[in-house]
């Protein structure tokens, strides 16, 4: 591993074990200690790569305080406790860091320099870097690897469009402006690059998450240009090779899903399929499985419930070899939904049974990282789309309103996709009032939230409520949609 030319704010002192963390851990190896972390950072929509490795390091007080998004999981896995309850420094004692002269970045060879993603260049699954002071993903005040809570990206999110975050989130990678996006990528493509692709997807998902799709499917679709022109233009080791394509199918499947949930469903077809051809080209079943599972959400949406049966079945077989009983989980909901769509109820409970009862078996080192959002929260939410579309919507809604009330309130467009089925699913099953007063829930959000999916569930709600124009909460619900602003297609 490269030696750091960081210098430390106190040098002279040696590290000072961690023995708070290590109480923590208890009589779990450091192996099965990093897995519990990863598995935490998942619940919470993190992605560390933690390993044996670095939960050394940290016992031996060699990492003094973590980065944002280890200190979110911890906090998460140890609630009510703070940084110095679990043995690390005030993260102002190790910020020094920050200083360096243009002489120590010129110290960092060209190959390591920018690539302060998840991976080092020597071992892409080594979270802990050279820095003896602390936690190196923690970013520079002035690294455009910083995308922790920065003042552009915090005005962005609570004063912006969609247009606007995306553009704010999204430029500092290096994959919306430049000579790859436009269309002339640099002679040589290396481990940033790959780690820039990277990130630009788990922003993109993040986004989407808590702001809904609208507004950044333009902005996204820049990056998935620049992602390509990457791959045309070649990389010297194929393992760089083999994560740029990855990265790129996987960037297409995260665009695709932008325009599918901003109805636009003929490009998202279109971007599925580029990503299930770059899986089919590079014999990646991980991504084939991704691809095949959105293309079966689509097809769903898209009122082609034959296909998106077909289409989650594919994902099935191709995602079997992974071993992940989650994912498989979710391609049974996927199968499960295609069923529904053709009034099949057999077919549609035999895979809903499925779904559950893989769910039931847990999470694993196996579930893909973008899976991170499919949790008990996500099933009774799908689960009540295929009740719905069956008709019984009854069952519909008492899975609806689970989801909503399971659902972590970061991921603010999924509360308001939950609540917005609810409304849907009472004023079908003639409870008009808790149906306008959950549509009113959903109107309370949607300055946080851009989705033409959502605006689009709340417009059917209010046709069915129109009837009951006269019931108690009705009427305002149905003042207040007609109020709504016109948005067109950002």
Do not use: K
Not at 62 to 90: K, S
Not at 246 to 251: F, Q, R
Not at 347 to 360: H, S
Not at 368 to 379: R, V
């Amino acid at each position: 591993m490269t030696s750091s030319t960081v210098t430390s704010s106190h040098p002279e002192r040696p590290p000072r074990p961690n023995l708070a963390f290590r109480r923590l851990r208890g009589r779990r190896s450091p192996a099965e200690f990093a897995a519990l972390v990863r598995r935490a950072a998942r619940e919470i929509g993190e992605r560390v790569s933690c390993d044996a490795r670095y939960v050394g390091r940290v016992e031996a007080g060699e990492i003094r305080c973590p980065n944002y998004a280890y200190e979110r999981v911890f906090l998460h896995m140890f609630p009510g406790r703070t940084l110095t309850d679990l043995g690390f420094a005030p993260r102002s004692a190790v910020r020094g860091r920050a200083a360096r002269t243009a002489g120590q970045a010129r110290a960092v060879p060209d190959e390591t320099r920018g690539a302060r993603g998840p991976y080092d260049t020597q071992n892409p699954h080594d979270p802990a870097g050279p820095d003896p002071s602390g936690d190196p993903h923690e970013p520079y005040a002035n690294d455009p690897w910083n995308h922790e809570e920065s003042d552009v990206l915090r005005r962005a999110f609570m004063t912006g469009t969609g247009a606007t975050v995306a553009a704010a989130t999204l430029a500092p990678l290096g994959l919306t402006t430049g000579a790859a996006a436009a269309g002339r990528p640099p002679r040589r493509v290396g481990v940033p690059e790959a780690a820039a692709l990277e990130e630009a997807v788990r922003r993109i998902r993040l986004l989407d998450d808590r702001h809904g799709a609208d507004g950044l499917y333009r902005r996204a679709a820049a990056p998935l240009r620049a992602a390509y022109a990457l791959l045309d233009a070649g990389a010297t080791r194929q393992t760089t090779t083999d994560r740029l394509h990855a990265g790129a199918g996987e960037l297409a499947i995260s665009v695709g899903w932008l325009a599918h949930d901003s109805g636009r469903f003929d490009d998202a077809r279109s971007h599925y399929a580029e990503a299930l051809a770059t899986a089919r080209m590079t014999g990646d079943p991980g991504l084939e499985t991704h691809a095949f599972c959105n293309s079966a959400f689509l097809a769903r949406d898209a009122g082609r419930p034959r296909e998106a049966v077909r289409a989650a079945q594919a994902a099935q077989r191709a995602g079997r070899a992974l071993g992940s009983d989650r994912l498989m989980s979710l391609l049974a909901l996927r199968e499960a939904g295609g069923w529904a769509g053709l009034a099949d109820r057999t077919g549609c409970e035999q895979a809903l049974t499925r779904a559950q009862a893989l769910f039931a078996r847990g999470r694993s080192d196996a579930d893909p990282e973008w899976m991170s959002f499919y949790g008990e929260a996500e099933l009774e939410g799908l689960e009540a789309q295929c009740w719905s579309a069956l008709g019984d919507w009854r069952r519909a809604s008492r899975h609806a309103r689970r989801a909503a009330r399971l659902q972590d309130p970061h991921f603010t467009r999924n509360i308001a996709l939950y609540t917005a089925e609810l409304a849907g699913d009472l004023a079908h099953e003639g409870r008009p009032d808790e149906a306008a007063e959950a549509g009113l829930r959903v109107l309370g959000l949607l300055d946080q939230v851009q989705s033409s999916r959502i605006r689009t569930m709340l417009a059917a709600t209010a046709r069915t409520l129109l009837p009951h124009r006269r019931a108690p909460g009705v009427t305002d619900f149905l003042d207040r949609h007609a109020s709504l602003p016109r948005t067109g297609r950002a």
